[in-house]
């Protein structure tokens, strides 16, 4: 039976922005708006868009690295939003988060052994006596050795420094941990390693991950089910073989369509999108997407799509567009 370890509703994160004498706010970025989510326990569920579309927003929001403005976060059976600084201080033990670039978020003047012996005193995991001990098992665990101690961050490569991001997040022995970009920064071989590490320690230790990504061949590696986000929504979200043998909405297949084939006798239509993605500080109206969307109509510009399913999707397979149906029988043509 699969348990949902994370619930999201109605999730917003719109962040303030100030202007004139008196500092009033006369505008605001609809980073996040309005989006629903779960993530079941031990899975993988990836949120991939492009830059701006929400994403790692919406993984610091479940942290409440910034406070969102509604919704509710329920882990574990627990509105997060409900606790305060202390309770959610102590919450941050059961989730973690491994960044895109972990110079910028570990202490560059900490050796291995402080930074790690640091994650677990805030968080009182262990008598201090035992904890080289299992800093030594941390770092056995991601691949690093012994020896590496006592080094400092600017003494590892960037794959090595990965691991150290990921051996701090399992210093405190999370149910949950968010990937926001973790492996964009490595080279392509490195990147698998990192990839395979993870995959490995869900496999042993039960972690759930929430993983955030633009590169749609990481995140067809790592996931079990993927959600689309664009400019703030969820425009569609399923099984991962689903999302890429079966995608329903248009940006979607634009996305897919971007990413190159290995056979070069198959030919792949690309479909290029017009414009760039619009501000969030004024979206567009209805569906988000219409001022860019090869299939608008009026109707898009004015009523939202809401995210359905139909007869040709499986599984947990949904998607947010008016004319799925006419776009898939052919009814509905591109107006290029
Ligand atoms: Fe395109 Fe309209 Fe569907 Fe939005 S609702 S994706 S604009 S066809």
């Known amino acids: 039976m699969t348990t949902k370890l994370l619930e999201v509703n109605n999730l917003k994160q719109y962040f ?11 505008n605001q970025v ?30 610091r929001a479940v942290l409440r690295l910034d406070d969102p403005t509604s919704g509710e976060i329920n882990f574990d059976g627990e509105n997060l939003l409900q606790l305060n600084k202390r309770q959610m201080r102590e919450k941050r033990k059961d989730l973690q988060i491994i960044f895109q670039d972990p110079y910028a978020s570990i202490n560059p003047r900490q050796t291995v052994r402080q930074v790690l012996e640091e994650a677990m005193a805030i968080q009182n995991v262990l008598p201090k006596s035992e904890r080289l001990d299992k800093i030594l098992e941390l770092l056995d ?38 990937c926001d970009e ?5 080279d392509v071989s490195i990147q698998a390693q990192i990839l395979n590490l993870l995959k490995q320690l869900q496999r042993e230790y039960h972690l759930t991950y929430l993983f955030i990504a633009h590169d749609l061949g990481v995140v ?3 996931s079990d089910r993927v959600a689309v986000m664009y400019l703030g929504n969820i425009v569609e979200i399923g099984e991962k073989q689903e999302i890429f043998d079966n995608p329903k909405h248009p940006y979607t297949k634009s996305l897919l369509s971007a990413i190159p084939v290995p056979e070069p006798d198959r ?6 999108l017009k414009g760039d993605v619009p501000s969030p500080i004024d979206p567009p109206s209805g569906c ?12 898009c510009k004015n009523e939202v799509p809401k995210l359905r399913k139909t007869e040709t999707m499986t599984g947990t397979h949904q998607a947010a567009c008016h004319y799925i149906e006419d776009i898939e029988s052919g009814r509905k043509q591109p107006n290029y």
């Open 16 to 26: 303030p922005i100030k202007g004139g004498v008196f500092g009033r706010t006369v």
């Open 30 to 59: 609809k980073a996040v708006d309005d989006i629903t989510f779960h993530v079941n326990e031990g899975e993988t569920l990836s949120i991939v868009g492009e830059s701006g579309c929400g994403k790692s927003t919406t993984g």
């Open 141 to 178: 665990i991601v691949g690093l050795g012994p020896h590496q101690l006592d080094r400092f961050p600017h003494e590892f490569s960037g794959g090595q420094r990965q691991r150290v991001g990921i051996a701090r997040a399992l210093a405190v022995d999370p149910k949950f941990i968010i």
């Open 182 to 186: 973790s492996v964009s920064a490595l």
């Open 220 to 222: 067809r590696h790592i």
């Open 267 to 272: 030919k792949q239509e690309r479909i290029v």
């Open 288 to 299: 988000r997407f219409h001022t860019r969307c090869p299939f608008a109509t009026e109707k």
